[in-house]
């Protein structure tokens, strides 16, 4: 499996993605805003992109369709729940659906509604796995709820899937927002000393070279992740005084939301 992360560079700091099988030259697209970008690529590795996934239906993730489609005559994947939502959806996937790019390359679809109600990540099943996670999970982040979300819904995706992935599995989010995200975990838990030294080392990032973080990576870094941690429970105690002293992970998952939605 061939994995290139396209920085498309506009104001919302979208990433694409080409998932490319090596023995066949077949290609899936995720969230082709850049249409020009990913079809310049495709076409420099000789590529034929035969597939175009969205991880759901906002516009900055679905507004390259049309051209690509156009270009190559691929096939549109995306959640079942995005039909009307998102204009000629070939296949309709649903939770445990295998999707196979070209000969090598197989993805798994999970069901992960938060951000949306109809969004997907796709989970390679490959020996080091690589989980394509749209606006669900970000570097040191989570996705917002406030277009078609909600964080109840968006904590279940964490606590029930992200959450119980291996360590090793690679993180390839929508949007590059590690910069903000490591500084709101870091007002959060300031002791945190992993989150520290990372954006120390990050702050001057180019993101045509992101550093691709793993799930154990998250655990220390993502304050969302964090649930249990005492100096996140404490400050949370201050802005919000109903909090109990041992709060159920839901209930600082979705304070911690709140808060972000602010930051
Ligand atoms: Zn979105
Ligand atoms: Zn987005």
Redesign the pocket.
């Known amino acids: 499996m061939i994995i290139e992360q396209i920085w498309t560079g506009n104001n919302?700091r979208?990433f694409n993605y080409i998932i490319a099988c090596p023995d066949s030259g077949e290609a899936m697209a995720v969230?082709p805003l850049d249409y020009e970008k990913c079809l310049d690529l495709a076409k420099l590795r000789g590529w034929e992109i035969t597939q175009v996934l969205n991880t759901?239906e906002?516009g900055?993730?679905t507004g390259g369709n049309h051209e690509v489609i156009s270009a190559t005559g691929a096939k549109l994947l995306a959640h079942e729940n995005a039909k009307g939502k998102i204009d000629g959806i070939d296949i309709a996937l649903k939770a445990g659906d295998v999707i196979k790019v070209g000969i090598t390359v197989e993805l798994e679809a999970l069901d992960t509604p938060g951000h949306t109600m109809s969004h997907v990540c796709l989970l390679s099943q490959s020996d080091t796995p690589a989980l394509f996670c749209?606006?669900t999970l970000f570097n040191a982040g989570a996705?917002n709820c406030h277009n078609g979300g909600h964080p109840n819904e968006l904590y279940m995706t964490f606590a029930a899937q992200l959450s119980k992935l291996p360590d090793n599995t690679l993180i390839y989010p929508?949007?590059d927002y590690i910069v903000n995200n490591l500084q709101f975990t870091l007002d959060r838990e300031p002791t945190n000393k992993n989150a520290a030294t990372l954006l120390n080392k990050l702050e001057d990032q180019d993101p045509d070279d992101a550093l691709v973080t793993t799930i154990g990576l998250e655990k220390d870094i993502n304050t969302f992740f964090r649930l249990n941690n005492p100096e996140v429970i404490e400050k949370l105690r201050d802005k919000f005084p109903d909090m109990p002293p041992n709060p159920d992970e839901k209930a600082v998952f979705v304070a911690l939301r709140e808060l972000r939605n602010k930051w």
Do not use: A, R, S
Request: net charge negative; glycine share 24%; no cysteine.
């Open positions: 919302w979208n969230d759901h906002h900055d993730h749209g606006d996705g929508g949007h």
